[in-house]
């Protein structure tokens, strides 16, 4: 049973540049989260995204943005990139009923580098 | 709106002794409560989750954690400690009662095992 992958695994970017980063969920999973963890920190909730919609949005500019596709794997993009956008980026994928709907499983995350 | 209190950004214990980290939440609605484990360079991990019913839970690799709604805490625990429980240790919080399902995260303890 395949968890949640996520890919690249590391990225180095320029500043004002543009990033595209994917993730496929754990399977029989149909909802995705994006969390940002900076280093030495707890990770942040991005957004989350549930029938291709975005549902739910944490506290971040609207240079982020997602989309999630039909067969449940997602992109976050990051825009206009800023030196503090280097972090590692986690997907997580849940269920969207039932009370297993709050337990999350988490990828090994993205490494982003921003110069 | 929730949030979650690490006390202690490093820990350091001897091989076979008790592990304590403590976790103190603030939520206005019952919470979820969870315990997830970091490894260098990987994701997290779910170790154990407090939903419902009995307040005592236990995880995986000997972990178990207990919440106290009067004390507003929910405190990791292992009676040894191995080598191998080296690593970076996160509790996190929901409220489901609010509709958001977003995983609010402390800032981390880092576990250290000393031979």
């Known amino acids: 049973d395949a968890g949640v992958t996520q890919s690249p695994t590391h990225l180095i970017k320029t500043r004002g540049q543009q990033v595209t980063l994917r993730c496929s969920p754990k399977?029989?999973?149909?909802?995705v989260s994006w969390y940002q963890q900076a280093l030495g920190q707890g990770p942040q909730f991005i957004f989350q995204y549930y029938e291709e919609e975005e549902r739910q949005r944490g506290n971040f500019p609207d240079r982020f943005s997602g989309h999630q596709f039909p067969n449940y794997s997602s992109e976050l993009n990051v825009n206009a990139l800023l030196l503090g956008d280097s972090a590692l980026y986690l997907c997580?994928?849940?269920?969207?009923?039932?009370?297993?709907?709050?337990?999350?499983?988490f990828g090994p995350g993205t490494r982003l580098t921003v110069t | 709106a929730q949030s979650v209190t690490q006390l202690g950004s490093h820990v350091s214990v001897s091989e076979g002794a008790l592990v304590l980290l403590r976790c103190n939440y603030s939520s206005s609605v019952p919470p979820y409560l969870f315990w997830y484990v970091q490894y260098p360079n990987q994701g997290l991990q779910l170790l154990l989750k407090y939903t419902t019913g009995a307040t005592l839970v236990k995880g995986i690799n000997g972990f178990e954690a207990e919440f106290k709604k009067s004390e507003t805490s929910f405190h990791l625990t292992k009676p040894s400690a191995h080598m191998s429980d080296a690593a970076e240790y996160f509790c996190?919080?929901?409220?489901?009662?609010?509709?958001?399902?977003?995983?609010?995260f402390g800032s981390g303890t880092r576990l250290q095992v000393q031979p």
């Open positions: 399977s029989g999973h149909d909802t």
């Open positions: 997580a994928s849940s269920l969207s009923f039932g009370r297993e709907a709050y337990e999350q499983y």
């Open positions: 996190a919080v929901i409220a489901p009662d609010t509709g958001r399902r977003a995983l609010t």
